[in-house]
């Protein structure tokens, strides 16, 4: 059909009725009866507006037959219109009518003969809204990713492609790449974020037209949603379980550079870059750290609604004291000995209402123990300790392979050698027909008891005492944990860490109870609070013990009871020791040269050469060592290597 005949077409056909958009105060003219009680958008302002029929409005006429076209699709038939007779209103000016036809966004193909215009206005409309709308989202966040890239120029970025219909990409949050897989971080909000003006290509014509439903209650888009834009990020710069990489490569805190945004990472990820040296030492005390001791007595006030312990062992009970008081709680390996007990005992409490000074009472004294405060220091000991007291000893049993004489000797010099008159000391010990009578401390006391009931021990003869025969110790304490040190262990604490938890990790890696000499490592001036940093890689523990602790002026020493204890270096390697070793066999070389080999090896520093010994009983084949710790060590290792110690 001609444009003409399309003209004439029209001109028959009566305006039904003029409508206004209450928002914009649009005129539409309506001419197709079928759009009574629909719902259309108004050209001007995209607002929903319903079609109704006015008051004494007469019949639309039934739109005439359209002409087919076989080579052309139908054309769109126009609505009729009719003068609308309540209202009256100026005819529709040109501009008016111009008004009802709204400027597509996006040219779409005549619909069907017969459909409503205004289901096709809406469906461009919507269509048009969406894609303009991705297009602007797009455009936005592509233009960001271009102002990221100019200050990041050489970061390489993963991107996820996402294209909508129009085939136009649209930039994605930078992601950057980590051992296990893409992460994204957040940007803070206080960071301000710049959207630049961005203006709105045209999109291309829809190839074929979409046919959707009105909804009568449809609701805008909902605005899409801000993506979230990535930093990049340095996975070795987050330590989950505090450990920092940085510095067990050899790297200090406090030079670690801080992690920069604008650093390209490496280009060439096959390239092997070799570690930086390490100038810094592998155990190191906190420079900044200064720990001010506190007065024991007032801390051991404190009082607690109730403090309830089930069956802990004694050594973590006294660290647990040790941290509820913030001062260092110690108890020697001798004063448990002569307690009878270990540091593995059990203890239970359960009160209310109580401070840490009845709390230690409550539970030591059960055991035969004691606290005593000595200014920053609180010390465990035996009760009675420092009571002069006179035992005698009966020595029948022995006197068949020694006489009363040669272990009275054995005793003056192996058994607390400063503590007797001949000495300056104050003990006495006199000699009878088949027994001693020895005046002294009961400190000193116990160890003649555990000295005489071990020698019984070595010559196969049952204990006459009733102290624990398991408290003696019949071997050697090194030799008890030789299997154990021997072990292999790996512990790193590149942070700075308090010496008690440090000393805490031990004892459970290692398996035995360890034991601190707080009132020792005051005098180097070190506390439980004290931080110290420490890294072992695959070593034997006393390897490890010795490196961990040398550098920091301490040493460790076997104590009897299978337990480990921490002290100074210098009471390591001076305070002496008393050992009894059992050997397999006599030696081959003679006694008198296995007992100067030992001295050789031994080496006794010269402060306290005159307080060691050694000794050697043929008859039960036993050597008597009393050197300090140090040395026992190398008498235990010849004596290995030469096949003399007894296994049993």
Known sequence: ???????????RYVELFKITCVTCQAKLSVRNESLIGQIVACPRCDSMVQVERPVGTAAAMPPPPVESAPAQPAPVPEPIVEPVAPVAEPPVAAEDIAQTEPEPSVPVEAPQAGAPIANYKFIAWTLGAFVGGAVVVGAVFFLRGDSAAEAEPATPIVQQQNQVEDSTPVAEPILTEVAEGP??????PDEPVVIPTVEVAELPTA???IEVEPAVDSEPEPAAETPKVARRFDPLDFDPESLDLATINGTDNAQKPEPMLDEPPAQDNDVAVAPLPSTLPSVRRDPSQTVTPAVAEEKLT????ALTVSKMPLVDFLAFVSRLAAVPVSVAPEELQMAGITARREVSLDT?????NEALRLTLGPLHLEHVVEGPIV????KGGSKLREVKYPLNDLTSSASVEEIATWVEQLVAPTEWQTVGGEGTLQQEESSLKVKQTQRVQYQVLIFLERLRLANKLPPRSRFPVKRLASAPAHAVLAARLEAPTTFTFSRYTALQEIVQHWQVEVGVPVLVDWPALAEVDLWPQTRVACSIENKPWHRALNEVLEPLGLGWRAAAGEMLEITTSQKVQTQPLLELYSLSRSPDSGADRMLAELTEVSSPDAATHELTAIEYDSRANVVFVLQPAASQRQVFDWLVQNHLLSRD
């Open 379 to 382: 010390r465990v000991v035996r």
């Open 207 to 209: 190839e074929a037209p």
């Open 302 to 305: 404190q009082r607690f609604p």
């Open 352 to 356: 209310k209402e109580v401070d840490l």
């Open 1 to 11: 059909m001609s444009t003409e005949e399309r003209a004439l077409a029209r001109c």
């Open 183 to 188: 992460l994204e971080v957040e940007a803070t």
